[in-house]
């Protein structure tokens, strides 16, 4: 079956540090992947998406390239803020009935100033 | 954009009651609804899908009489918490899938309920 496994938090940094959130998947097919943010006590919000290899995502600073050498899709920052704070999630989609996500266990980042 | 709009944000009630949680898709018909529950620290478990029309399909150790889940139009799908008990407490967030156009699978998450019972 589908898995996602991303590096376990939680992450501490300071402003304007280098963030690499570490995600690889195992899925059937060619997956579409996802990270996705939880700010606390919200629902989640789509940060960036890959549908297919070799696809780079990008948003808000934010960056996952897919690799399906490797199956991974890490997510990368050059300079992380405050607002950064959050929980990150990996996820994937291979299609199927009903396209059911299929998510890592998250990762909390908290960036001090 | 797409915007699912979930309610109550929170809601405490008390043990051996119902509570039902409302998903509405404001601007598009969602043909698929997901319902998650998230524990703290944690990921969040499916426990259903839903497609409008027809009975939710619940994933294995998730209690059907327990959360009863109805997706009667393409913009509305509720989960109703039944008989409630602590071990229930929980932060509940639903997903609405649009039809996919192009390579966007157009999922779109409310922005949680967070459910404690006394």
């Known amino acids: 079956g589908n898995s996602v496994t991303q590096m376990e938090g939680p992450v501490t940094l300071s402003e304007e540090a280098f963030l690499t959130i570490n995600c690889t998947y195992t899925?059937?097919?060619?997956?579409?992947l996802f990270w996705y943010v939880q700010y606390p006590g919200e629902g989640l919000q789509l940060l960036l998406k890959?549908?297919?290899?070799?696809d780079k995502g990008s948003n808000k600073g934010f960056e996952a390239t897919y690799r399906k050498e490797t199956t991974s899709f890490h997510l990368e920052k050059g300079s992380v803020q405050v607002s950064d704070s959050a929980v990150y999630f990996c996820?994937?989609?291979?299609?199927?009935?009903?396209?059911?996500?299929?998510f890592g266990k998250g990762t909390l980042l908290t960036v001090n100033p | 954009g797409a915007v699912v709009s979930q309610h109550p944000s929170w809601v405490i009630c008390k043990s051996g009651t119902s509570v039902k949680i409302e998903c509405r898709s404001l601007?598009?018909?969602?043909?698929?609804m997901f319902w998650y529950r998230q524990f703290p620290k944690q990921s969040l478990m499916l426990m259903a899908t839903?497609?409008?029309?027809?009975?939710?399909?619940?994933e294995q150790g998730v209690e059907k009489d327990k959360f009863l889940i109805n997706h009667a139009s393409l913009t509305l799908s509720t989960l109703t918490v039944t008989s409630a008990h602590p071990e229930d407490s929980s932060f509940y967030i639903c997903?609405?899938?649009?039809?996919?156009?192009?390579?966007?699978?157009?999922?779109?998450f409310g922005s949680g309920t967070r459910l404690t019972v006394v």
């Open positions: 899925a059937t097919g060619y997956p579409s």
């Open positions: 601007d598009f018909q969602a043909t698929t």
């Open positions: 997903s609405a899938r649009a039809p996919r156009t192009g390579t966007d699978y157009g999922y779109t």
């Open positions: 890959a549908t297919k290899a070799d």
């Open positions: 839903s497609n409008e029309g027809s009975k939710a399909t619940y």
């Open positions: 996820a994937l989609n291979s299609g199927g009935s009903n396209y059911k996500l299929t």
